[in-house]
């Protein structure tokens, strides 16, 4: 049986879209994943011609990265609609964007209902390595 997970792209307090992750939805497995993905990487309002690094025109821009970045094959990876929940997800990735255009990682767990980690995506590779040491 696969660790199921919902991630989910806020746009302020709007959802944009939830991908579930039908295995190693855990924080060694996707929230590792997700965290290497994002580290460094931007929210920008327009695109430079000369932009040499990482990123996003907006979350609506990221959201669609994240499903080309992470779904390879048939199966595994599904684009949810906003606002899907009670998908037998055991970890939820609330991915948004801070005032100063940090993108943030937010990790919950519903059962038993717990934060397990809220912050930017270097954050969460430190925490992801310390615990693996």
Same mark, same amino acid.
């Given at each position: 049986?696969?660790?199921?997970?919902?991630?989910?792209?806020?746009?302020?307090?709007?959802?944009?879209?939830?991908?579930?992750?039908?295995?190693?939805?855990?924080?060694?497995?996707?929230?590792?994943?997700?965290?290497?993905?994002?580290?460094?990487?931007?929210?920008? %309002?327009?695109?430079?011609?000369?932009?040499?690094?990482?990123?996003?025109?907006?979350?609506?821009?990221?959201?669609?990265?994240?499903?080309?970045?992470?779904?390879?094959?048939?199966?595994?990876?599904?684009?949810?609609?906003?606002?899907?929940?009670?998908?037998?997800?055991?970890? %939820?990735?609330?991915?948004?964007?801070?005032?100063?255009?940090?993108?943030?990682?937010?990790?919950?767990?519903?059962?038993?209902?717990?934060?397990?980690?809220?912050?930017?995506?270097?954050?969460?590779?430190?925490?992801?390595?310390?615990? %693996?040491?």
């Amino acid at each position: 049986m696969g660790t199921r997970s919902l991630t989910r792209i806020k746009d302020g307090k709007k959802e944009l879209t939830v991908m579930y992750r039908q295995f190693d939805g855990y924080l060694d497995g996707h929230g590792y994943e997700l965290a290497k993905w994002l580290v460094d990487a931007s929210i920008v %309002n327009g695109i430079r011609m000369d932009e040499n690094r990482t990123i996003f025109n907006g979350m609506g821009c990221l959201a669609a990265s994240m499903f080309k970045h992470f779904k390879e094959e048939a199966g595994g990876i599904y684009c949810y609609p906003a606002g899907s929940k009670d998908c037998w997800e055991e970890y %939820n990735y609330i991915i948004s964007e801070s005032p100063k255009g940090q993108i943030k990682i937010k990790v919950t767990t519903d059962k038993p209902k717990e934060i397990l980690f809220e912050g930017t995506a270097n954050e969460l590779l430190d925490k992801i390595e310390k615990e %693996n040491k």
